[in-house]
């Protein structure tokens, strides 16, 4: 008699623990899953797929353009007709001065950097690269066959 | 000559033979085993500096995959360049083992000037020879370079300019005091 009560009870308990087995991991399922709650919620990407966003990118190669690029307003750096992977700026040297600097322009047929590159910040004249002019590409870039991605009427001052 | 000393001049003769080919073979062999990337960096003052520099340029990588490894640079291609060059290598032992003033990079920087002049004079001696096993002017098609280049090219044919006098640092960065030169005399900044 006693021995078959605790078996009921035992069996109870294990009835018991096994519907907060199935709840706990039915729950643990639903917040793994976010994508069910999603579904009704609308993506701020919208119908974009963000697959469609990460097709190949294009490769583009640095133009080099003989007789330079035209300028788009006075006062703009021009861009660099020609590759500068090889050429490095540090603390030792600068190596667009090899060809730039008044020098070697001539013999390189480049054109020398403009007076402004000299002028010191208190206006000074320096016979050397103003070190506000130093990092030449933080002004100027070499160009790459981009296509624009929104279409532009801009013209450049001719 | 009686059989006996004829017999023993023979050994000699053969033995040193091939006492000769093992000792030759053992010579060029050696010569082959420390002409290689492998055993110039094995160094750590042709490791850090040169070698790590190296890394960034376009004869380690580039778009047809063909690289250039320090000895394709720096060491003849012909039998007896190559042999001089590698008594002239000792010194670098010497530097390494006992002088040891290249052993930081800090020191390699104070002395680098110095080294590439040398190296600077070496190619310019031998008419940039080791540039020249790769390339050549003949094999150029100068439509296909930039317009800078190829001009600067043709003048090169023209008045005999050698590759190092117009593409100093191209494997390494350049020292610091280095002042670029344009072979054919510098322009005096004056307009035309």
């Known amino acids: 008699m006693f021995h078959s009560q605790l078996h009921e009870l035992m069996e109870m308990k294990m009835k018991k623990r096994l519907a907060i087995a199935i709840a706990a991991s039915g729950l643990i399922l639903a917040m793994g899953t976010p994508a069910i709650a999603g579904e009704k919620v609308a993506s701020l990407r919208g119908a974009h797929d963000l697959v469609a966003t990460s097709l190949k990118p294009i490769k583009a190669k640095v133009i080099s353009r003989e007789g330079g690029f035209e300028r788009s307003y006075k006062q703009q750096p021009p861009m660099i007709p020609h590759k500068i992977d090889k050429y490095r700026i540090t603390i030792k040297n600068n190596g667009c001065m090899k060809c730039h600097d008044e020098k070697h322009y001539k013999k390189e047929r480049a054109p020398l950097v403009s007076e402004s590159h000299f002028i010191a910040r ?3 004249k320096l016979d050397h690269i103003s070190s506000r002019r130093y990092f030449c590409t933080q002004c100027h870039a070499p160009q790459k066959n981009a296509q624009p991605l929104v279409k532009n009427e801009f013209e450049g001052l001719k | 000559m009686t059989k006996g000393q004829k017999k023993g001049t023979l050994s000699i003769l053969v033995i040193g033979m091939i006492l000769g080919v093992v000792l030759w073979g053992g010579f060029n062999w050696t010569l082959e085993l420390t002409n290689t990337e492998e055993f110039c960096i094995s160094c750590h ?3 850090d500096t ?10 380690f990588t580039n778009r047809t995959g063909v690289r250039a490894t320090c000895p394709d ?6 039998w007896v360049y ?9 010194n670098e032992l010497y530097h390494h083992f006992v002088v040891k ?13 110095e080294l590439a002049q040398h190296v600077w004079k070496a190619m310019k001696d031998t008419d940039s020879r080791e540039c020249r096993n790769c390339h050549d002017f003949d094999s150029m ?11 600067r090219h043709q003048e090169a044919i023209d008045n005999n300019y050698t590759c190092i006098d117009c593409h100093k640092g191209i494997a390494h960065h350049l020292p610091e005091g280095y002042e670029p030169e344009t072979p054919g005399g510098e ?3 004056e307009e035309d």
């Open chain 1, 122 to 124: 208190d206006g000074t």
């Open chain 2, 45 to 47: 003052e042709m490791r």
């Open chain 2, 50 to 59: 040169p070698y790590e520099e190296l890394q960034d340029t376009i004869h």
């Open chain 2, 73 to 78: 640079c720096h060491v003849p291609k012909e």
């Open chain 2, 82 to 90: 190559k042999v001089i060059r590698k008594i002239k290598a000792s």
């Open chain 2, 101 to 113: 003033d290249v052993d930081t990079p800090e020191k390699f920087e104070a002395k680098r000037l």
């Open chain 2, 141 to 151: 098609d100068f439509d296909r370079q930039e317009a800078r280049a190829a001009e």
């Open chain 2, 187 to 189: 322009g005096d900044g």
